[in-house]
């Protein structure tokens, strides 16, 4: 398998999957082919930073008002044309 295919990688019991739908599971498994990046690296993420829940609503701990499944910050999700409020609305899809 070339270093930079995730076409062919088996997604690992990352801690909060088993919460996750199967389309979760396709999209991951799309937005990793597109990056060309190992899935399992972006569910890791994902879980770590919404503390194993896969809740776009998730708020971070340290209050700095980030949310969401990477933990967007409101200035980024400013600079994106949206707002932390629009992105804890989303499903997790």
Do not use: C, R, Y
Not at 23 to 29: G, I, N, P, R, S
Not at 55 to 84: C, E, H, N, Y
């Amino acid at each position: 398998m070339p270093e930079n295919d995730s076409s062919d990688v088996a997604l690992l019991a990352v801690p909060g999957t088993q919460k996750v739908s199967d389309a979760f599971k396709q999209k991951v498994m799309q937005i990793a082919s597109d990056l060309k990046v190992n899935p399992n690296f972006l569910l890791a993420v994902m879980s770590f930073e919404s503390g194993e829940t896969f809740s776009p609503a998730i708020k971070s701990a340290a209050g700095s008002g980030a949310v969401g499944l990477i933990q967007f910050m409101p200035a980024t999700a400013k600079s994106l044309g949206t707002t932390t409020a629009a992105l804890a609305a989303m499903t997790a899809e």
